[in-house]
């Protein structure tokens, strides 16, 4: 999801994300994630957002959904952190 260029297009995007627990076991987690960045056309941003609901239909199951609006928050370290909450 982050070599694609240009960073500016909105997109989804469904990651397994693999974390140790606190206990030592290691746990995956499906992750649906909606990439709307501020620097995006109103338009498209109007358009991701109405037809999230669909695409997420169609990808079931997934354990967590996120928004992300900056490019710099595309990370590995910030999903896991999500799910660890």
Known sequence: MKNPDPNNECRYGVFEIEYPTADGRTEYKILFIM????????SDKFVIATTKDAVKKKLQPFNKEIQVNDWADLNDEAFIKYFKH
């Open 35 to 42: 990439y709307a960045p501020d620097i995006c056309q109103a």
